[in-house]
């Protein structure tokens, strides 16, 4: 990838950032091309040196600055040549188990349920309607039927706040993942 590439590739992953803020990064990073293609290295090479484009416009996002970055990638990838650190891969195992997994199983859980309550009450309704044609309606049938609107109503309730809570989670999953593989290389410094 070379110069333009790289740039016009990171100009897309900052989208959402400020116009001035992406910028003042584009200019930074051209300037990093400017200086070492003046000591002699390739575009392609720089680039390379730089890394992937996506986990660039992630550190910026974080209001890094490039040289910040720049030493970041460069203690990671140490770290990684070097091997996990021992502490850090008891620690990353113990918050999996002791965590993570129990959080998914959770999560899952009550979806699981959210559904069984949610067939629950389509069978109630299913039973309603087959008896309005078949004649069979009891005068309790309308403190059934606004029960039934009730958790109808109480469910997609339900359904937002667990799908709101997923797009959080997910976003908080990639976190807890980019924090592990620090740890994992890098120990708890």
């Known amino acids: 990838m070379n110069k333009k590439e790289y740039l016009d590739s990171l100009e897309k992953e900052l989208e ?3 116009y001035k803020e992406a910028k003042e ?4 990073i051209s300037e990093h091309f400017d200086a070492g293609i003046a000591s002699g290295k390739s575009e392609e090479a720089i ?3 730089l890394g992937d484009v996506s986990d660039m416009a992630k550190e910026f996002k974080k209001g890094l600055t490039l040289p910040v970055v720049i030493k970041n990638k460069q203690k990671f990838e140490d770290a990684k040549k070097s091997g996990p650190d021992t502490f850090g891969v008891i620690f ?3 918050m999996a188990i002791f965590v993570a997994i129990p959080l998914w199983i959770i999560v899952f859980s009550t979806l699981v349920l959210i559904a069984a309550a949610f067939l629950a009450l389509l069978g109630v309704i299913a039973t309603l309607v087959a008896g309005l044609f ?3 309606f009891p ?3 309308v403190s059934i039927v606004l029960t039934v609107i009730t958790l109808v109503l109480f469910d997609i ?3 937002i706040v667990m799908f709101l809570g997923f797009k959080y989670l997910f976003k908080l999953t990639s976190m807890y993942v980019d924090w592990n593989k620090k740890i ?3 120990g708890l410094e």
């Open 184 to 186: 994992w290389y890098q």
């Open 139 to 141: 005068g309790f049938a």
């Open 134 to 136: 078949l004649g069979w």
């Open 16 to 18: 959402g950032m400020s």
């Open 47 to 49: 680039a390379e040196g």
């Open 157 to 159: 309730f339900v359904f």
């Open 25 to 28: 990064i584009l200019g930074d």
């Open 92 to 94: 990353v195992v113990l």
